[in-house]
């Protein structure tokens, strides 16, 4: 069964609305931040499940980053549409079904096994659908590839949508091999490529734009504001790997948390860390999130951490002691002149060890680099910008960093009392 619904071209971006019917078999939307990238492929999702006999899998890295994400935004397009009286939403095993039988099944590439075992209720997966694709490793996607199997009516797609980071990355290498820089298109029988920036956004507020536009850094207006693949400048670290560490995330001693406060504009950013020898193991994101208060900090963190202390920024004394009024050993981390770099400089005497799901750490740590000045030379101070996660872990490791004698009191400074 097929329903045919009256949507209006009105509510696509221009760019986009060609790609309605692509059926090539791989499909790539890459550029600039806030492009409508997402917003079409949730489009192309919903109309898909109606009319045109699609099962979608929509994947990410890590399955915790996909309920805030790709999936909210699916049925926010659903709510648009006025079609929820078409649509099962199960939030819980994040699933949305139509009414024509058709699913959109979401997972995250951390779990293996429910990945091999899935399967729609009616009909074969017809497509991935991976968003932030540069997150995934070559092999993951390669695998991928093979949970399109099946008779069906239709052609199977795969589609990864993104920002562009820097050309080594694997992406880049496998399909960008034949693309044009200043082109916005590519096509072959196996293959389309659609770059867009903020500038085929017709539904952006102007603040948007001015923020994209008045961008100084060359690194984030090249990939944010152009949409162009970057090439990084020095990066802050170059001794770190991803592996899992399930097995050994709850053998040692002793673990340092940390906490770097957002709200608005940044995310509060919590995790635990642990070190054995020369390895220093980011074992857990407690927190990667904006908008929180400090109740709902509290209530998060309790779980995690029990009665183990947290560094968290000094700049919030206020926060500190409230988190400390919800039973949060929570003490102040050391700041000062040069406080940064020293703690980068003893950070890099450790092999770093990050766990495959702490993905927001992979992230920040992949793109941390130093500034240039203005005649593009390095100097030794640290872009500050997507650091949330990085900034955690110096205040996590304070007492180490610091040398801080165990026998001495804690300050008043240090427990949030000014």
Same mark, same amino acid.
């Given at each position: ?68 994400s790709v999936f909210n935004e699916i049925r926010k397009i659903i709510l648009s549409?006025?079609? %929820?009286?078409? *649509?099962?939403? $199960?939030?819980?095993?994040?699933? =949305?079904?139509?009414? #024509?039988?058709?699913?959109?099944? @979401? ?73 044009? %820089?200043?082109? *916005?298109?590519? $096509?072959?029988?196996?293959?389309? =490529?659609?770059?867009? #920036?903020?500038?085929?956004?017709? @539904? ?159 992230n920040e740590i992949q793109l941390y680099q130093w500034k240039k000045d203005k ?44």
């Amino acid at each position: 069964m097929n329903v045919n619904v009256q949507i209006s071209k009105k509510v696509f971006n221009k760019a986009y609305i060609p790609y309605l019917e692509n059926v090539t078999r791989t499909q790539i939307f890459f550029g600039g931040s806030s492009a409508g990238k997402s917003v079409f492929i949730s489009q192309r999702c919903v109309i898909d499940l109606l009319e045109n006999n699609r099962n979608y899998l929509v994947i990410r890295n890590t399955a915790n980053t996909l309920r805030t994400s790709v999936f909210n935004e699916i049925r926010k397009i659903i709510l648009s549409f006025n079609l %929820e009286r078409l *649509f099962k939403i $199960h939030k819980t095993e994040m699933t =949305i079904t139509c009414i #024509t039988g058709y699913q959109i099944l @979401f997972r995250g590439l951390d779990d293996a096994e429910k990945l091999k075992s899935i399967i729609p209720e009616k009909g074969v997966i017809t497509d991935i659908l991976i968003e932030e694709a540069t997150e995934t490793k070559r092999d993951d996607v390669k695998q991928l590839y093979k949970r399109l199997r099946g008779k069906s009516k239709v052609l199977k797609r795969l589609t990864m949508a993104f920002n562009p980071i820097i050309r080594t990355h694997w992406i880049f290498k496998e399909y960008f091999t034949n693309w044009v %820089e200043g082109e *916005f298109e590519y $096509h072959d029988d196996k293959l389309s =490529i659609l770059k867009t #920036t903020y500038k085929d956004n017709r @539904f952006l507020e102007q603040d948007d734009i001015d923020e994209l536009e008045n961008e100084q850094d060359e690194y984030y207006r090249q990939v944010y504001t152009l949409g162009n693949w970057g090439i990084l400048g020095d990066l802050i670290f170059t001794n770190w790997k991803i592996e899992d560490l399930t097995q050994i995330k709850n053998t040692f001693g002793t673990y340092y948390n940390g906490l770097d406060f957002g709200f608005a504009n940044d995310p509060t950013a919590a995790g635990r860390q642990a070190i054995k020898g020369k390895k220093l193991y980011i074992l857990q994101e407690l927190l990667y999130e904006k908008g929180m208060t400090n109740d709902v900090i509290a209530g998060k963190l309790k779980p995690a951490i029990g009665k183990e202390y947290i560094r968290c920024d000094s700049s919030e004394p206020k926060s500190i002691a409230e988190l400390r009024g919800y039973d949060i050993n929570a003490l102040a981390a050391k700041k000062g002149p040069g406080s940064v770099n020293f703690g980068i400089q003893y950070l890099k005497q450790f092999g770093i060890i990050i766990d495959r799901k702490c993905q927001n750490a992979i992230n920040e740590i992949q793109l941390y680099q130093w500034k240039k000045d203005k005649d593009g030379n390095v100097i030794n101070v640290p872009v500050d910008r997507n650091n949330h996660f990085m900034d955690q872990i110096r205040y996590a490791l304070n007492d180490r960093i610091f040398e801080k004698e165990e026998e001495k009191p804690y300050t008043a400074e240090e427990l949030g009392i000014f």
